[in-house]
């Protein structure tokens, strides 16, 4: 299993880009998750996916959108770049079924609007 | 979800055990303990988890005290390579049926001496 996918692996976008941060997981997960990392800082959640067609808001979602239309892939949408968006953004998946599962991260993806 | 409270910093001799702590007083009695670590830039790495009883695995150990408001993770022979950001995390299990949101602080910054 290659587990977790995040391509692209670095990206620069100007103020006002928009771009598609994308995330796959061959592990057959129900739960998927997308994180941001600022330096220096913890992970804060973005937005979450318990399966295929339902997702729901975390802690920081503003500037961002999502989808789930499969159970592997979940993909992050960034509208209209800032600066503060600047950041590594992490994705992750669990199994989220009967039973209690780790999260499985990617590699993350490095972000700089400028 | 409960907050947790780490030292920011610790270091440890190589080969000696590294005991990280981690309070969280406010932890519910369905709320589990999760332990990731993340290696410089590198996405977040599973290392254990528990809810009561301490638990052990290939890569460390998980004390809970009675009361469960605090824990240790220990590394029994750190090595260089242990050297990281180690994250105490509180959240629901998943028998609750509900999404899982784990929230990451800013961790322990591990660095272990030659």
């Known amino acids: 299993n290659a587990g977790v996918t995040q391509t692209p692996k670095f990206r620069i976008l100007k103020i006002g880009q928009s771009m598609t941060l994308q995330c796959t997981q061959d592990?057959?997960?129900?739960?998927m998750y997308w994180y941001r990392q600022d330096p220096g800082m913890g992970l804060k959640l973005i937005y979450y996916s318990v399966g295929a067609g339902i997702t729901d808001k975390g802690e920081v979602p503003n500037g961002y959108n999502v989808s789930r239309s499969t159970t592997e892939d979940f993909p992050l949408r960034l509208e209209l770049a800032a600066p503060s968006q600047t950041s590594v953004y992490f994705c992750a998946s669990a199994i989220g079924t009967e039973y209690n599962s780790p999260l499985h991260f990617g590699n993350g993806t490095r972000l700089t609007v400028t | 979800d409960a907050k947790t409270t780490q030292p920011t910093s610790m270091d440890c001799a190589e080969g000696r055990a590294a005991n990280l702590p981690c309070n969280h007083s406010t932890i519910s009695g369905n709320e589990y303990v999760y332990w990731y670590r993340q290696i410089h830039s590198q996405g977040p790495q599973y290392i254990i988890h528990?809810?009561?009883n301490n638990e052990t695995n290939e890569m460390a150990s998980l004390i809970i005290t009675e009361d469960r408001k605090s824990s240790t993770l220990i590394l029994p022979h750190a090595t260089l390579r242990d050297t990281a950001v180690y994250y105490c995390?509180?959240?629901?299990?998943?028998?609750?049926?509900?999404?899982?949101?784990?929230?990451f602080g800013s961790g322990t910054q591990l660095t272990v001496l030659p």
């Open positions: 592990m057959n997960h129900n739960y």
């Open positions: 528990g809810l009561k």
């Open positions: 995390i509180v959240g629901r299990g998943l028998y609750s049926g509900s999404a899982r949101q784990l929230t």
